[in-house]
């Protein structure tokens, strides 16, 4: 079934106000190399790059970066990064876009990647290295955590799960590790994922202990919400461009809206607006500042 409201969730048709939330992210980055192609990749084919740019991107940046839009607060982020120069770059660059950054250095090269964006606005990534990861023994200042009042976590180990729980809400994707989740044995209020990917793939049945919601994105034809069942995508306002970071885009909308104590479809409805206004710009961070729903 579907909730009770198959369009976008109408709130005396307001725009949407910024929080006064604190909130945290552990997650990764990867430097990207967003390229506009004619067509995508084939055997024996070239294709031809019509726009092309670079900048740190991964679900932890886009998480942070969406939250960071979303409340009156700078947001902490926690990540890792190699000593070298896309390491820097990456720290310069998001600095700039105003998140508190706490950087576990390694001496390991900066993951990098390439995300191919076709006329039609599908798109395919590739990655390239290892995905560097935050953990509690670093010397990060993790009692902040303490303070928080919603924390996302992408990445990391299992000790700082359980450091991470200690706030009001906390939401996981399950590129974090279904087995790391069910080894700590606590219970966290979202876990939020790709139904279509096959790097978050995973079975109600595998999870120890169910989280308050589980929430499975489908992309075009939405997705599932349990408990809550089926829900539908946002029709676009404008032509799709690019799906890079649409779905961390919506995770984020998530965790806001579990934080101010909304319903879950209330919360969805703004998950929706966040990911549908993502996938019409071309690159991880559009501008969301002026979002009806």
């Not at 928080?148 to 992408?154: E, K, N, V």
């Not at 202990?209 to 994105?217: E, H, L, S």
Request: charged share 25%; glycine share 10%.
């Amino acid at each position: 079934h579907y909730f009770g409201y198959n369009k976008d969730y109408i709130l005396n048709k307001s725009k949407f106000e910024k929080g006064n939330f604190k909130f945290a992210v552990i997650g990764h980055i990867e430097w990207m190399n967003f390229l506009k192609v004619d067509n995508l990749p084939k055997p024996g084919i070239i294709s031809h790059s019509q726009k092309s740019f670079e900048i740190p991107a991964g679900g932890g940046s886009v998480i942070a970066k969406t939250l960071n839009d979303l409340t009156c607060n700078k947001v902490h982020f926690f990540t890792s990064l190699g000593k070298d120069f896309y390491g820097k770059r990456s720290y310069e660059i998001l600095s700039k876009m105003g998140m508190n950054l706490h950087v576990a250095w390694r001496d390991k090269p900066t993951r990098k990647g390439f995300s191919l964006t076709d006329k039609k606005g599908e798109r395919s990534i590739t990655v390239i290295g290892e995905r560097l990861e935050p953990k509690l023994n670093d010397k990060l200042n993790w009692e902040i955590l303490r303070d928080m009042d919603g924390i996302f976590l992408t990445a990391g180990d299992l000790n700082l799960l359980k450091k991470a729980r200690t706030s009001k809400i906390l939401c996981v994707t399950p590129r974090f590790g279904i087995d790391k989740l069910n080894q700590s044995k606590i219970k966290i209020d979202s876990l939020i994922g790709s139904n279509l990917d096959p790097g978050e793939s995973y079975l109600e049945k595998d999870l120890k202990i169910k989280p308050r919601f589980i929430i499975k994105t489908e992309g075009e034809a939405g997705g599932l919400c349990i408990p809550g069942g089926r829900y539908q995508a946002s029709e676009l306002k404008n032509q799709k461009i690019d799906s890079y970071g649409c779905g961390d885009s919506f995770a984020a909308g998530i965790l806001y809206g579990l934080t101010s104590e909304w319903d879950i479809e209330k919360t969805i409805s703004l998950a929706k607006v966040l990911g549908r206004n993502c996938i019409e710009h071309f690159g991880p961070y559009p501008e969301i500042l002026n979002l009806y729903f």
